[in-house]
């Protein structure tokens, strides 16, 4: 069985860091592209960024570029969203999701993390 | 970047209704659109992909349809199961964008 799980939120004060986990398990995580999606409270679906399955390719939105690093290690069967200077607006549930080999779409998401910015 | 609009932006409708969600791409994006449901508190769940494929597990009463920049989603018989919050994604480029969402709610 396909399983995504989030771990590493929590309150962090504004300008603090966060380092935020996927733990992929039922598939081969080195074949696959993997995101990083938020939603805000109460609000829509914001894609945040990219990787390839290498991690050779990597993307971000503009409003978390110079502010969030994505990465993976591939033997751990690990993703990660490493978030720095972090402000009030990236208050929000982040969820990783696989990108569909066949589809191309997030065919798998974990339950999210909640990330809370305030002092 | 390319900007999805959806309409509604909330639907009101009853158990058997035929109910219809429109995305509008700000370009072409082909046929690379996605739907999903979502429920509160959820993980939001892939229906269509392709714009007109339906995800393995999913019920036939939702459909699909389009390309280029006008796409459809359609529930042919809304139960109860479906009240939800609905948006369409697209994946033309590697930086996805979702529209706003519709929710359909219990009329």
């Known amino acids: 069985e396909v399983q995504l799980v989030e771990s590493g939120g929590g309150l962090v004060q504004p300008g603090g860091s966060l380092r935020l986990s996927c733990a992929a398990s039922?598939?081969?995580?080195?074949?696959?592209?993997m995101n990083w999606v938020r939603q805000a409270p109460g609000k829509g679906l914001e894609w945040v960024s990219y990787?390839?399955?290498?991690?050779?390719?990597?993307y971000y939105a503009d409003s978390v570029k110079g502010r969030f690093t994505i990465s993976r290690d591939n033997a751990k069967n690990s993703l990660y969203l490493q978030m720095n200077s972090l402000r009030a607006e990236d208050t929000a549930v982040y969820y990783c999701?696989?990108?569909?080999?066949?589809?191309?779409?997030?065919?798998?998401w974990g339950q999210g993390t909640l990330v809370t910015v305030s002092s | 970047d390319i900007q999805m609009t959806q309409s509604p932006s909330t639907l009101s409708a009853s158990v058997g209704d035929r109910v219809t969600i429109t995305c509008r791409a700000s370009?072409?994006?082909?046929?690379?659109l996605a739907w999903y449901q979502q429920k509160p508190g959820k993980a939001p769940k892939l229906l269509i992909y392709?714009?007109?494929s339906l995800e393995s597990g999913v019920p036939s009463r939702f459909s699909g349809s389009g390309s280029g920049t006008e796409f459809t989603l359609t529930i042919s018989s809304l139960q109860p199961d479906d009240f939800a919050t609905y948006y369409c994604?697209?994946?033309?480029?590697?930086?996805?964008?979702f529209g706003q969402g519709t929710k359909v709610e219990i009329k």
């Open positions: 999701a696989r990108v569909s080999v066949s589809a191309g779409g997030g065919d798998y």
């Open positions: 039922g598939f081969t995580f080195s074949s696959y592209e």
């Open positions: 990787i390839s399955s290498s991690g050779s390719t990597i």
């Open positions: 370009q072409s994006i082909s046929s690379w």
């Open positions: 392709k714009a007109s």
């Open positions: 994604q697209q994946y033309n480029s590697y930086l996805w964008t």
